[in-house]
């Protein structure tokens, strides 16, 4: 078992992160939480696999338990389901002196979180991530958020959980879609910060020995999210970097109405395509899309798309969160490892996406 500290000035939360790990989570939750009432958010693929177990344990354990299930995929970051969550907590007649946990992807993470910061102006949650996303990025930071129809995470706040629980065994039962999807951000963390990552990521011979891997991967993209947490914890300067690919990312999940492509799938090819023209402009070494199309590949990731008015895509980015008045801060490579924040107008926008 690994263990990380997020050490923030308001705040500090332990990230665990090993094998076998859902089993203990009642011992955990005593260490600090004195009551009973837990309302555990799941999506109703894991629900399936999970909750029972997940349930039938922490009463085991001493606690009133309720599982508040919502549809899985990007659709349930909506306000609709966001009020279902509230109705769930005020028919369990929750407080904010009890405690909520988001046992899911990053749908569920981002959804419920949002959920408990909101209710009751707050109630403590804990975030129990069961992708490889969620594991790697979207548990630890403290954003969280619901979807808008006009553009993704639009709605949000910042609101770290009370710990990180990261049982990598659960991903033994994640669809090989998603275990590809969550490549797509490790691969991001190479890119914008750690080259031995990114060379290590190309060194694995197959998916056998990714897995074999795999608490060393999620340890060191944990850390690598939790040191620039650390520095810019409310996504002013440093933290944006972790948006690399995202611009496009979220243009093409919208484009399809978030229904043909998976989060990570999207910024795998915004990766790559932005790279590709920041190297056309002279910006990035020469060679380092080739790479990121090379690792891609590598992991089972689409890298372009064709047959797609991009011009679409430039528009849904002028309502994207990194907007500052009529400036944009795109994430580029200087080359594999290093990166850093470009400020351009938006009318300059098209040339960095086609």
């Known amino acids: 078992m690994k263990k990380l500290d997020v050490v923030l000035k308001d705040k500090s939360y332990p990230i665990v992160i090993g094998k076998n790990l859902i089993d203990t989570l009642g011992e955990r939750i005593k260490e600090f939480y004195k009551g009973t009432k837990l309302a555990i958010v799941t999506d109703e693929n894991l629900n399936s696999i999970y909750g029972e177990r997940v349930k039938k344990n922490l009463e085991k354990d001493g606690f009133e338990v309720k599982l508040i299930v919502v549809a899985a995929g990007e659709k349930s970051k909506s306000f609709g389901v ?32 949002f959920a408990a910061s909101t209710f009751l102006r707050g ?28 553009g993704k995470n639009l709605v949000g706040s910042f609101y770290h959980p009370e710990f990180v629980l990261i049982d990598t065994e659960l991903l033994k039962t994640l669809d090989k879609r998603f275990l590809w999807d969550g490549m797509a951000e490790v691969i991001k963390y190479g890119c914008i910060s750690s080259k031995e990552l990114f060379s290590r990521l190309m060194e694995f011979k197959d998916e056998e020995e990714l897995l074999n891997n ?6 060191k993209c944990c850390d690598i999210k939790r040191k620039v947490v650390q520095e810019d914890e409310k996504d002013k300067g440093l933290r944006m970097i972790l948006n690399f690919g995202h611009t496009i990312g979220h243009g093409i999940e919208k484009y399809f109405d978030y229904s043909k492509y998976t989060h990570g799938e999207a910024v795998a090819m915004g990766m790559y395509m932005i790279t590709k023209n ?68 938006n009318n300059e926008i098209g040339k960095y996406i086609y």
């Open 214 to 219: 795999i608490d060393e991967i999620v340890f």
């Open 123 to 150: 109630v403590p949650f804990v975030q129990v991530p069961t992708s490889l996303l969620a594991q790697i990025d979207s548990s630890v930071g403290g954003k969280v958020a619901i979807d808008l129809e006009r």
């Open 278 to 345: 920041s190297e056309e402009l002279g910006i990035t070494q020469l060679g380092t899309s080739n790479k990121i199309k090379e690792i891609l590949s590598k992991y089972n990731l689409e890298y372009n798309l064709d047959n797609i008015d991009m011009k679409e895509i430039v528009e849904s980015t002028t309502l994207d969160k990194k907007n500052i008045g009529n400036k944009m801060n795109l994430i580029l490579l200087e080359e594999i490892g290093v990166s850093f924040i470009k400020s351009i107008d």
């Open 82 to 113: 966001l009020q279902e969550l509230y109705n769930g907590f005020l028919d369990f007649k929750l407080t904010r002196s009890d405690l909520i946990i988001a046992f899911g992807g990053g749908v569920v993470g981002d959804l419920c979180g």
